[in-house]
């Protein structure tokens, strides 16, 4: 074996190194996303410790879901009457068709088209407007409810 003064001598590339060391093999390289991915992670587990952050995230939560309930509200409405005018033109067409009828310029399977389409229009605006009335009214018995208790 040989002695410490020679075993801890400086070698070529000026580092203090004992021959014998075991290498130690390269480290695989770690993608920027997968740190990115740890860093999040330990601020998400701090995050959670904090009573200001969490009460930011509840207020932001409660906003967008009073949002997004409004939204669905006002998408039922606008669908409804877009649908019930468009039932209003089939409507218009139905009278043409049928005075067309009478003139006898038309079949019978003509109407029977326009008073199909027409029915079928008015009866997606209808239900279109009676679920955002029926969402309307479970949000304020809910609301309510969340008053008493």
Do not use: C
């Amino acid at each position: 074996m040989r002695s410490v003064a020679e075993r801890f001598t400086a070698n070529s590339r000026g580092a203090i190194v004992a021959p014998e060391a075991v290498k130690i093999e390269a480290v695989n390289k770690v993608s920027a996303w997968q740190k990115a991915g740890v860093v999040a992670r330990v601020a998400g587990k701090q995050a959670r410790k904090s009573r200001t952050l969490n009460a930011i995230l509840g207020g932001v939560r409660t906003t967008l879901r009073s949002f997004s309930h409004a939204l669905h509200q006002l998408w039922l409405e606008v669908t409804g009457t877009l649908f019930l005018t468009i039932a209003g033109f089939g409507a218009i067409a139905l009278v043409r068709e049928y005075m067309k009828y009478e003139a006898g310029r038309a079949t019978i399977g003509r109407i029977a088209i326009a008073v199909g389409f027409t029915l079928m229009f008015a009866w997606f605006g209808l239900t279109s407007f009676w679920r955002a009335k029926k969402k309307a009214r479970g949000r304020e018995s809910s609301s309510v409810d969340r008053q008493v208790t």
